[in-house]
């Protein structure tokens, strides 16, 4: 026992848990957090999780097998969106839909911690419980990850959280100023009542200001190591082996020129892309294989030499989004290599009732179409490996992926393909299917004005509109254009490349002044009009006339 206590002194009071280094004076640190005004706790809140997401991505980077948490949360969210969202989100954005999720997690990442930053005011037990709830919701999201380490996405989870934690106390104790007489310590005039102290300001400003900066600096390297992690997961050759079956070069008659008329064939850097990926799958083809499996007498397992080592041949298809709007641009045409479906499933042996064959990719996305469709003679099925005679891009699905004339992606075109099942249309509904879209997507016919833009100023006298039109694999057999709500008049067609294909279109029209509708509707290879009919994308795809108006001066 001490002196003090012995000659019957009290005893000092014990330190508070909470208790860290302040100037002499300063309440206690929970107490002087509650005296921080409710902007500077939000942006400590803001700094804070900025400073853990930064240091999650910088993780994800540079540990294989750790993965993003943005990636991990967004993919979750897809996994889980309601029936419909797929369209309104490729509606409002596009292609650039992964782009826009990927921001909407990060921006809900920093508005919990502002939360957890105005929570931290009044409780900082409060405030840190927040952080450690979002941050468990980051880790199960990373648990669901089929390419990365479980393991390493919990690890990052936690180090993602702490940082924020961390982060969150310490500029809340910058943010917690001494109210005192500054000025009577320097001579000038007194700080005013209620106000946080100039140097006090400066010093939260530049250690929030320090945490955002180092945050988006972490968190730009780590997306950046995370695209560039797998540089040698290139092709195992640059080049593809010779097809056996070569399509002859397209005849002038096949390509028209006009102005703004999207070309016949879609250069692969501008081909568009939708799928349920916020990071392209970084697949190493040497160690890639594709599983036949299922309602089949012998399974087989192929490797990428053995999938090239079968003939290969080449065909041109349109493929299309059942997402793309009428009048929009998720629709492409290209030249694809790579390996008759039907003959790898006659080498496993289809067995009696096999009804739906189930692509797989790499992160276990699926797609289902009838057996009875790659069955028929009629189109050619494809297990793909080249896009416009170069091996196929990681955005579009190498080393191999499913072509399937005459059907919409979601049912048909697996990317990163990494198995094929035979099974029943009763057993098994594939991952769109789930969510509400149609257990079959035939694409319907459409057709596009690519030329003038809606909304454009035109001058009188002689002018072109153009298109395109597809209904693969009907193919088209005529375009037809209207103003005005008068007449329909044939359009000039492109020789078809062949009934999988789109074709482009040309209309002549001699302009007048005035503010004008210009319609445009196709007819398939039987001579069926597209509907008129207008209907959003879900379930089955978009229907109805693209429709632009120009002025005319």
């Known amino acids: 026992m001490s002196s003090a206590a012995r000659a019957g002194e009290p005893a000092p009071p014990p330190a508070s848990p909470e208790a860290s280094p302040l100037p002499p004076g300063r309440p206690a640190l929970p107490a002087a ?10 942006l400590a809140g803001i700094a804070a999780a900025a400073a853990g997401i930064g240091v999650s991505e910088l993780v994800a980077g540079l540990v294989p097998g750790a993965p993003s ?3 991990a949360v967004g993919s979750l969210l897809i996994a889980l969106q309601p029936p419909g969202a797929k369209d309104l989100v490729v509606a409002l954005f596009g292609a650039s839909d992964k782009t826009a999720l990927g921001v909407a997690v990060a921006v809900v990442g ?6 957890a930053g105005v929570l931290a005011r009044r409780s900082l037990r409060n405030g840190v419980e927040l952080l450690l709830v979002v941050g468990t919701a980051a880790g199960v999201a990373a648990l669901l990850q089929p390419l990365d380490s479980p393991l390493l996405g919990l690890l990052n989870a936690a180090i993602g959280a702490v940082v924020a934690i961390a982060a969150l106390r310490y500029l809340l104790v910058l ?11 320097t001579g000038g005039a007194l700080e005013p009542p209620g106000g946080m102290p100039a140097w006090g300001r400066r010093r939260f400003l530049l250690g929030a200001g320090g945490l955002l900066g180092g945050a988006l600096v972490a968190g730009g390297v780590g997306r950046f190591l995370l695209q560039r992690r797998f540089p040698a997961a290139a092709p195992v050759s640059a080049n593809l082996p010779v097809p056996t079956e070569l399509v002859p070069p397209l005849a002038p008659a096949q390509s028209l020129t006009a102005p703004g008329i999207t070309p016949i064939v879609i250069p692969n850097d501008r081909f568009y892309r939708i799928d349920t ?7 190493d083809a040497a160690t890639w294989q594709l599983q036949v499996t299922g309602m089949v007498d012998r399974p087989l397992t192929l490797s990428y030499d053995d999938l090239l080592a079968l003939p290969l041949f080449e065909q041109y298809v349109t493929i299309a989004c059942v997402s793309n709007p009428v009048g929009g641009d ?27 064959i189930v692509g797989r990719a790499v992160d276990g996305f699926t797609v289902g179409f009838p057996t009875s469709w790659a069955l028929d003679p009629s189109r050619e099925p494809m297990i793909a490996v080249g896009m416009n005679r170069v091996p196929l891009p990681a955005e579009h699905g190498y080393p191999a992926r499913l072509i399937v004339p005459g059907l919409y992606g979601y049912v048909s075109a697996t990317k990163w393909l990494s198995e094929i099942q035979l099974t029943t249309m009763e057993a098994f509904d594939a991952y769109w299917v789930r969510l509400g879209w149609a257990k079959e997507g035939p694409i319907v016919a459409e057709s596009r004005i690519d030329h003038p833009a809606d909304g454009a100023s035109l001058a009188a006298g002689p002018v072109t509109i153009d298109g395109v039109a597809w209904a693969p694999d009907r193919g088209i057999s005529r375009v037809e254009v209207r103003v005005d709500g008068g007449a329909w008049e044939a359009a000039q067609l492109s020789r078809a490349i062949s009934r999988a294909t789109w ?3 040309l209309y002549r029209w001699t302009a007048t002044s005035g503010t004008h509708t210009i319609e445009v509707r196709a007819a398939d290879g039987s001579g069926a009009l597209q509907s008129a009919t207008p209907s959003a994308p879900f379930p089955s795809g978009a229907r109805g ?7 005319v001066a």
């Not at 920093?110 to 939360?115: Q, Y």
């Not at 006339?545 to 002025?551: H, S």
């Open 69 to 71: 948490l943005i990636v």
């Open 545 to 551: 006339y693209d429709r632009i108006q120009v002025a």
């Open 277 to 283: 990926e916020l990071l392209v799958p970084q697949v």
């Open 503 to 505: 074709v482009q279109w």
């Open 330 to 356: 998720l629709v492409g045409n290209a030249l694809w290599t790579g390996v008759h479906l039907r003959q790898v499933l006659a080498a496993a042996g289809i067995q009696a009732g096999a009804t739906q």
């Open 33 to 42: 957090i509650a005296q921080s005004s409710p902007a500077a706790a939000a």
């Open 175 to 185: 943010a917690a100023a001494p109210r005192v007489d500054v000025g009577a310590r």
């Open 110 to 115: 920093l508005a919990a911690g502002a939360a």
